[in-house]
């Protein structure tokens, strides 16, 4: 079998993939986002939520995802080093974090073309400059609203997905983001003096 990114991480082919990257710690929001995903899976047997990356909260988010009974669609698909690769195995990316910082992933989720859905807190909406789609942090109701919205809309996910690409094209690709990189560096070291 070819190595798909869908492959790799045993996901099942045929089936839409919400995937979310991040340490499985309660900051992350990865509760918010079970929560969330809850009604759309039982409205669509054909959707699934990806978790990759591993931590404390995995028990606890494994027992909640059979409490919602959604279990059956929703993967842990444990901490990888090749995140970036696989990435395109989702559909649309999303970042429940309750706080965030720079979001890392976040970024690399722009570089993939991905669409993305994620928290409005901390560092998120700087990175992603008014593109994607912001959601206030451990809101259920307006995550649900946002998954529902892009697993509909193709149009909208393609539209989503071309604006953070432009967006990172423009800010984060390796020479820009290294001056960036320095510009936030200095910005954090002014705060500490």
Known sequence: APHTPATVLRLAPHRFWF?????????????????????????????????????????????????????????????????????????????PSREEGFGLAIAEAMAAARPIIASDTGGVPAVLGGQ??????ADEAALTAALERLYRSAEARARV??????RWASQFSPPRFFAHLQTLARGAIGDVQ
Do not use: N, Y
Request: proline letters at 6%; aromatic letters at 6%; glycine letters at 10%.
């Open 132 to 137: 994607g789609v912001l959601v206030p942090p």
């Open 19 to 95: 995937g979310s990257v991040g340490r499985l710690v309660p900051v992350k929001g990865h509760d918010v986002l079970l929560r969330a995903f809850a009604p759309l899976a039982r409205q669509h047997p054909g959707v699934g939520l990806a978790l990759v990356g591993s931590g404390r909260e995995e028990a606890a988010l494994r027992e909640l995802s059979h409490s919602l009974k959604i279990a059956e669609q929703v993967a842990f698909c444990g901490w990888r080093a090749d995140v970036r690769a696989l990435l395109s195995a989702f559909e649309v990316c999303v970042f």
């Open 161 to 166: 997905a071309a604006a953070l690409r432009a």
